[in-house]
Nanobody, 119 residues
Framework: QVQLVESGGGLVQPGGSLRLSCVASGTIFSIRNMGWYRQTPGKQRELVAAQATGGKPSYADSVKGRFTISRDNAKNTVYLHMNSMKPEDTAVYYC?????????????WGQGTQVTVSS
């Protein structure tokens, strides 16, 4: 089992910045992918950014040029640097990790952290 703990959410004004962090712990075999998703009430959870181990990051079109995903593999940590934030970025942000275990790949989710962009 992999546990994910997120931090860094909060209230920010339009145009401001936030950094989210997610630390993976527990029985980790081989992390294949780390990413961030977000969800607003009544909508499906959507991919914000993700990066496979050894791969290039990918981003939703709505955040390209504003958000940056980064990883510290030694610390099993993934970050989401959010700049030039907009009210439409308001959502609960979830960390996701895909771990390659003995009997297949497993996807794990964090508890979510609220991000609110408002003046």
């Amino acid at each position: 089992q992999v546990q994910l703990v997120e931090s860094g959410g909060g209230l920010v004004q339009p145009g401001g910045s936030l950094r989210l962090s997610c630390v993976a712990s527990g029985t980790i075999f081989s992390i294949r992918n780390m990413g961030w998703y977000r969800q607003t009430p009544g909508k499906q959870r959507e991919l914000v950014a993700a990066q496979a181990t050894g791969g290039k990051p990918s981003y939703a079109d709505s955040v390209k040029g504003r958000f940056t995903i980064s990883r510290d593999n030694a610390k099993n940590t993934v970050y989401l640097h959010m700049n030039s934030m907009k009210p439409e970025d308001t959502a609960v942000y979830y960390c996701n990790v895909v771990d390659g275990e003995l009997d297949g790949e497993y996807s794990y989710w964090g508890q979510g952290t609220q991000v609110t962009v408002s003046s």
